[in-house]
């Protein structure tokens, strides 16, 4: 069994080394990514949309939006721009990840069946003597 606890070892080691290897620009996509996955995101979204709304309509002599929200518009058309390649770069990089993750488990997996096939003749050798004596 120790072919499998050092490949586990060695599975935990490179997703340390690969978290530890990120660039700045993957750090802060992982960070905008997660912020955008988040109820307080959404919330905040819907009270700064609504507070724009209110002031544009409410008070229009100093509104700077007009009554059909186009500025509003352009820059959430903009964000959503952004917002969209961020989670796409997250994504890939996550899938990445996730691939490495799936070989290693793979090459566990095959060292175990390896383990198992070369364990199970013994297995089945204790138990036939184990029959054998109770006879």
Request: aromatic share 12%; proline share 1%; glycine share 2%.
């Amino acid at each position: 069994m120790e072919i499998g606890g050092r490949i586990c070892r060695e599975k935990v080691e490179t997703l340390k080394e690969t978290k530890n290897k990120l660039t700045v620009a993957q750090r802060f996509t992982d960070y905008v990514a997660k912020a955008m996955r988040s109820w307080t995101f959404i919330i905040c979204q819907m009270i700064f949309i609504t507070i724009w709304m209110i002031f544009n309509h409410e008070w229009p002599q100093i509104a700077f939006d007009d009554k059909a929200f186009d500025i509003l518009r352009l820059a959430l058309t903009i964000e959503g721009s952004f917002i969209g390649s961020i989670l796409l770069m997250n994504q890939y990089r996550q899938s990445v990840l996730d691939r490495k993750v799936t070989y290693t488990d793979f090459i566990i997996d095959c060292q175990i069946q390896k383990e198992l096939k070369r364990i199970t003749p013994m297995i089945e050798r204790l138990y036939r003597d184990m029959e054998q004596r109770k006879k």
